[in-house]
Structure formats: C-alpha cells, structure tokens
C-alpha cells in the first residue's frame, strides 16, 4: 500500500547515507549507501548481525524465548500451529515439539540474517518463507509483521543499552523489506491461484 512504502522510504532517509571519513592523504569521504533491494546499508548489516549474534550468545535459547514473548502477546496465534491448537500456553512451552519446531524456525531465521551480505538472497529467502507459507491456513503477512516486531521487543528487552538507537533503525528497516516481500508474495500467489 501507498503507506507502507511512504514509510519504507521515511525509514530509508533516516539512515540512506552515513557517511564514515577516513583520515589519511586527501581526507577521502566515503557514503556508505543502501542497496536497492534490501535497503540496508554494509552498516545496517553489520548491526543486525551484532545484536542478533549478542542475543543468541546471552540466550543460548532465544528461539523458545522470542516464541514464548509471540505467543503471549499474541495467543490466537497458537491455533495457527497444528501441533499447539487448543493447549494453553504452559502446556505447550513444557512441549518438546514447542522447542524442535521454535528451534527450526529461529534457524531459518538465523539463515537469512547470515545472508544479509547478499541481497538477492535475503529477497529470495524472504519470498520464499512467504511461498512456503501460503498454503497454510490462516497464516497472513500480519503474522509474519507480529513475529518480526516481536523479535525485535526481545532484542530491546534483553540487550538493554548495549542494543543502540542505529541498530533499532536497522532492525526497522529490515522488517519493513520483510513486511514488504511477505506481503508482495503472499498476494502474487494469491493471484496466481
């Protein structure tokens, strides 16, 4: 929607152009610009690593975290789950499945943040989720939206200070392509069904 991408490009100023000047003869001044399918700057990148990075090491089970924090600030999502339908919320965090299936999506997850340094794979990756999730009943880009925004709560959460205002702005940004790429595919295969 016009929205979306009205605010994709806000995002996109915010940070579009930082700049990092190296001292030496000439003083050359180098940008360091985002690409165009992403996005995300080398900078942007490398923050999104860091702080993903930081929080797996702090919490050696941050998948079970990030889907403990989804589930209770979105319930109704349980039902989305075939294995987790209509079990509370202790029931199914004591549930091995619960922890085999948050740990293989918080790979897939940890894949394409290990990808961000090629952008038309993060695109294809993304697209990909959203194809694969498509036949799934239920699922919406609005889940994929919720469960990206969740992780970065977590990250807020459990990095504290150390989790800086520019790595905010770049977990934002890739959220948003996310968001975007999702919803874009989710309606591409909707039309083309």
Same mark, same amino acid.
């Given at each position: 929607?016009? !929205?979306?991408?009205?605010?994709?490009?806000?995002?996109?100023?915010?940070?579009?152009?930082?700049?990092? $000047?190296?001292?030496?003869? @000439?003083?050359?001044?180098?940008? *360091?610009?985002?690409? *165009?399918?992403? @996005? =995300?700057?080398?900078?942007?990148?490398? $923050?999104?690593?860091?702080?993903?990075?930081?929080?797996?090491?702090?919490?050696?089970? +941050?998948?079970?975290?990030?889907?403990? +924090?989804?589930?209770? !600030?979105?319930?109704?999502?349980?039902?989305?789950?075939?294995?987790?339908?209509?079990?509370? =919320? @202790?029931?199914?965090? *004591?549930?091995?499945?619960?922890?085999?299936?948050?740990? /293989?999506?918080?790979?897939?997850?940890?894949?394409?943040?290990?990808?961000?340094?090629?952008?038309?794979?993060?695109?294809?990756?993304?697209?990909?989720? /959203?194809?694969?999730?498509?036949?799934? !009943?239920?699922?919406?880009?609005?889940?994929?939206?919720?469960?990206?925004?969740?992780? =970065?709560?977590?990250?807020?959460?459990? =990095?504290?200070?150390?989790?800086?205002?520019?790595?905010?702005?770049?977990?934002?940004?890739?959220?948003?392509?996310?968001?975007?790429?999702? *919803?874009?595919?989710?309606?591409?295969?909707?039309?083309?069904?």
């Amino acid at each position: 929607s016009e !929205k979306r991408r009205k605010r994709m490009i806000n995002l996109l100023g915010q940070q579009s152009r930082q700049t990092t $000047l190296f001292s030496s003869m @000439g003083n050359i001044l180098t940008k *360091s610009l985002p690409d *165009s399918r992403t @996005g =995300l700057s080398k900078r942007d990148t490398k $923050l999104i690593r860091n702080s993903w990075s930081m929080l797996c090491k702090q919490h050696p089970k +941050a998948d079970q975290l990030i889907f403990k +924090a989804l589930f209770t !600030k979105h319930p109704d999502f349980m039902a989305l789950f075939q294995h987790f339908k209509d079990k509370d =919320l @202790g029931v199914v965090l *004591s549930d091995p499945q619960f922890a085999l299936h948050s740990s /293989a999506i918080i790979q897939a997850f940890g894949t394409i943040i290990r990808s961000l340094d090629d952008p038309a794979g993060v695109v294809a990756l993304i697209r990909k989720n /959203a194809t694969d999730h498509t036949t799934r !009943k239920g699922v919406q880009p609005s889940h994929f939206e919720a469960m990206l925004n969740v992780v =970065l709560e977590v990250l807020q959460d459990k =990095l504290g200070s150390r989790f800086k205002p520019e790595a905010i702005t770049a977990w934002e940004k890739f959220i948003e392509v996310g968001k975007l790429l999702w *919803s874009e595919e989710k309606k591409r295969f909707v039309v083309f069904w």
